[in-house]
């Protein structure tokens, strides 16, 4: 199993950009689809985007279509979630996710998940 760890989280200004970075441990990692979170003060965990193994096909939340992409770097164990024309409302913690079967919006379909990287968004 893979162990996930987030990295790149910050302060930045609206409209600015922000790159997050989610390091996995172990041999296995091209086998999960993975996953980028987000959960705001007081709010439930939401789905911002979703990536297959090989990473040709991905999946994004309305509130962040053309504003976010997400990538990975299979021989680097690592995703990334490139976040451009940041809003205030995209504040929250960002959790990376990963799953052994088919990519999900779901939240309750992930077994594993990193700790978390704080973004705020000032305006």
């Known amino acids: 199993q893979v162990q996930l760890v987030e990295s790149g989280g910050g302060l930045v200004q609206a409209g600015g950009s922000l790159r997050l970075s989610c390091a996995a441990s172990?041999?296995?990692?091209?086998?999960?689809?993975m996953a980028w979170f987000r959960q705001a003060p007081g709010k439930e965990r939401e789905f911002v985007a979703s990536?297959?193994?090989?990473?040709?096909?991905?999946l994004y939340g309305d509130s962040v279509k053309g504003r976010f992409t997400i990538s990975r770097d299979n021989a680097k164990n690592t995703v990334y979630l490139q976040m451009s024309s940041l809003k205030p409302e995209d504040t929250a913690v960002y959790y990376c996710?990963?799953?052994?079967?088919?990519?999900?919006?779901?939240?309750?379909?992930?077994?594993?998940w990193g700790q978390g990287t704080q973004v705020t968004v000032s305006s």
């Open positions: 172990g041999r296995t990692f091209s086998t999960y689809v």
């Open positions: 990536i297959t193994r090989s990473g040709s096909n991905t």
């Open positions: 996710a990963g799953r052994l079967s088919y990519a999900s919006t779901r939240r309750d379909e992930y077994n594993r």
